[in-house]
């Protein structure tokens, strides 16, 4: 019997991303680390490929007021309903979901008008040679946003136009993406890496 693909969600309230928000380590994961959250200092962060908000979001749960863009319709819609859900939900999920701001557009047109200390570039990270590996939320994203031909030039303008720091998040074993700059650092986990631009 073939079995019927789930259809994709944004879900903030439970499963990975309630988890994460309970067990995930607070201001001493990767990610926080790699933005710049630290005791004392909350940067405000643009997203720029909001893709699923898990990021955003869990940057939110720590304070941070972040700006999500997202270009897809298709997944501006599906982002649009889960801030809805997860605000009804209301307690902490509101107040969270209260640091967030999702705008529908490019990032590229949009980025030079906002003004963001942090910006996060996550775009759809290059084929596996397993596609197995990739869960299957993932591959539905990339079914609707595509492959990101463009993720070099959003970086450039990234780093054109953070007041701070532009993060690169990018498989660990994966090569720089090719005319990028060399990052300043990089935090590395098992899975993924942060490549880390400090501007000035």
């Excluded at 019997?1 to 067990?23: C, I, N, P, Q, T």
């Excluded at 380590?25 to 710049?36: C, P």
């Excluded at 940067?43 to 972040?66: C, H, Y």
């Excluded at 970086?155 to 998040?169: E, P």
Aim: proline fraction near 3%.
């Amino acid at each position: 019997m073939k079995r019927v693909a789930a259809v994709l969600r944004v879900d903030f309230v439970e499963g990975s991303v309630a988890h994460r928000l309970r067990f995930g380590g607070g201001r001493g994961q990767d990610l926080a680390k790699a933005m710049g959250l630290r005791a004392g200092k909350t940067p405000t962060i643009i997203d720029a490929t909001a893709g699923l908000g898990r990021d955003a979001f869990l940057l939110a749960s720590l304070g941070a007021q972040v700006t999500l863009i997202e270009r897809s319709e298709e997944m501006h819609r599906l982002l649009a309903q889960g801030m809805e859900r997860a605000e009804r939900e209301g307690g902490q999920f509101r107040e969270i979901i209260g640091r967030m701001t999702l705008l529908k557009g490019d990032a590229k047109d949009l980025i030079p008008e906002l003004s963001g200390e942090a910006i996060l570039v996550d775009p759809m990270h290059p084929e596996r040679k397993n596609s197995a590996l990739v869960k299957q939320d993932l591959r539905q994203v990339r079914d609707i946003v595509g492959s990101d031909e463009d993720a070099g030039d959003l970086v450039r303008l990234a780093i054109k136009h953070a007041r701070k720091r532009v993060v690169l998040k990018w498989p660990a074993k994966a090569d720089p993406i090719e005319g990028v700059q060399k990052c300043t650092h990089q935090i590395r986990g098992k899975t993924t890496r942060y490549d880390v631009f400090m501007i000035g």
